[in-house]
């Protein structure tokens, strides 16, 4: 918890900027308004991240669904809501893709919000009510 507001991303760049620039920490503390240690702590946090955010194709497991394996999933859910997940993999397993486990086929639908529905218990209908409906 700090004592002062949080660095806006433009004061963020401003930092960066003036830091690759050949500036000092004191110079650029000055221009941007901020302390010399957020000015060090900030270029610091940059230089450890620098471009680590696009290589995420290159790191991680690799998902077993595609985007469109998963459009087909919940195309399969929606055509009907109250199958089980052992008769819904058997459609999913069936089609150009790999083998996908319950487990996983699971994770995927609680991703895509998707979770197990249970009827509510209600009365039967009485004589009435099926002559009322009539």
Request: net charge positive; with cysteine; glycine share 6%.
């Amino acid at each position: 918890m700090g004592k002062c507001k949080d660095v806006t991303e433009w004061q963020k760049g401003a930092i960066v900027f003036g830091r690759a620039h050949g500036h000092t920490v004191s110079e650029v503390s000055g221009f941007v308004g901020v302390s010399q240690r957020t000015v060090q702590r900030v270029y610091k946090q940059w230089c450890n991240t620098r471009g680590h955010e696009t290589r995420r194709q290159n790191c991680c497991r690799k998902n077993i669904l595609t985007e469109r394996d998963r459009r087909r999933v919940l195309r399969l859910v929606n055509q009907n809501r109250f199958q089980t997940r052992q008769e819904l993999l058997q459609p999913v397993n069936e089609g150009p893709s790999q083998p996908v486990s319950e487990r996983t086929l699971r994770r995927e639908l609680h991703a895509m919000n998707i979770w197990s529905r249970v009827p509510r218990k209600r009365p039967l209908l009485t004589q009435a009510h099926k002559a009322a409906r009539l």
